[in-house]
């Protein structure tokens, strides 16, 4: 079972940083103190049904994707892939500017 907590813990941290948010944001909307937090991140602490529902509710996803391996893999994958085509358009645009100057000064 630890392994799965783990993992579960794992998914809380990267979901977490995908959005941007500390660790204190996300005590904040659990309504508890950081360091408690941490400890679910870390896999310290046992998640009860409500609280992995209430965690799921503010991470918009759901409860069986936090406890579902295979699916989290994909997700994670997936969330690499936006990352890294949202950088590639940024350097589209750039070239894109950069073309621009160069028919405007003919």
């Known amino acids: 079972m630890s392994g799965a907590v783990n993992n579960i813990s794992q ?4 979901l977490r940083k995908n959005r941007g948010w500390t660790q204190s944001d996300m005590a904040a909307q659990l309504d508890i103190s950081v360091p408690a937090y941490s400890k679910i991140e870390c896999a310290q602490t046992e998640l009860t049904l409500s609280r992995l ?3 799921a509710t503010i991470l918009k996803v759901k409860v069986c994707w936090l406890l ?6 994909l997700h994670q994958e997936n969330e ?8 590639s358009n940024i350097e589209v645009m ?4 950069r073309l621009l100057a160069c ?3 003919r």
């Open 11 to 14: 998914k809380l941290r990267a």
């Open 53 to 55: 529902k209430l965690l």
């Open 68 to 73: 579902d391996e295979e699916e989290a893999v």
């Open 80 to 87: 690499e892939l936006k990352e890294k085509l949202r950088m």
């Open 94 to 97: 750039g070239l894109q500017k």
């Open 103 to 105: 028919f405007e000064q």
